[in-house]
């Protein structure tokens, strides 16, 4: 699989701080299936983002299928995430008074990062299956909104 993302946001309003702002990002990434062995399904890929307000990040990913006999899958996976402030996160600023929010813009926030693995199992019979997965995910100036008091 070969596919490339593009997002350019720009704005020029009353509500943006600081004028005229813009963001650009361009996202290239690859995946691979291969079957090195019999009943093993490796699928490596990556995404490499790229703007000129944070540079350029690669993201690695590797999930692997194991057939361990028939009717049951063994499946992992680990990889890494990256996610920029988007432009409301990080220029917005505005009040809606009648549905009662105001979003506020952080021009100080930097981009996410992410380190995840899940590991898993299925059963499938005649008359069903059953799946069981754990995952976990670790974050990096994790970006997140929150209330605060009017």
């Known amino acids: ?6 997002r350019r946001d720009a704005i020029v ?3 943006v701080e600081g004028g005229p702002r813009e963001l650009t990002l361009v996202e290239p990434f690859v995946q691979l299936e291969v079957a090195p062995v019999s009943r093993l399904v490796l699928a490596p890929g990556v995404r490499v983002s790229h703007s ?3 540079g350029t990040r690669t993201t690695p990913r590797l999930a692997a299928r194991y057939r361990a006999s028939e009717g ?3 499946r992992a996976s680990v990889g890494d ?3 920029v402030p988007d432009f409301k996160e990080l220029f917005m600023f505005f009040t809606n008074t009648n549905a009662g929010y105001a979003v506020l813009g952080n021009t100080a926030l930097r981009p996410e990062w992410s380190r995840n693995a ?3 199992a299925e059963w499938s019979g005649r ?3 059953v799946r069981g997965q754990l995952f976990g995910t670790r974050y990096r ?3 997140e909104s929150r209330p605060v008091t009017r």
């Open 1 to 6: 699989t070969l596919g490339t993302q593009l």
């Open 13 to 15: 309003a009353e509500r």
């Open 52 to 54: 000129a307000q944070w």
């Open 72 to 74: 049951v899958t063994l």
């Open 81 to 83: 995430g990256f996610r």
């Open 118 to 120: 899940s590991v898993g």
């Open 127 to 129: 008359v069903g299956f």
């Open 141 to 143: 100036d994790f970006i």
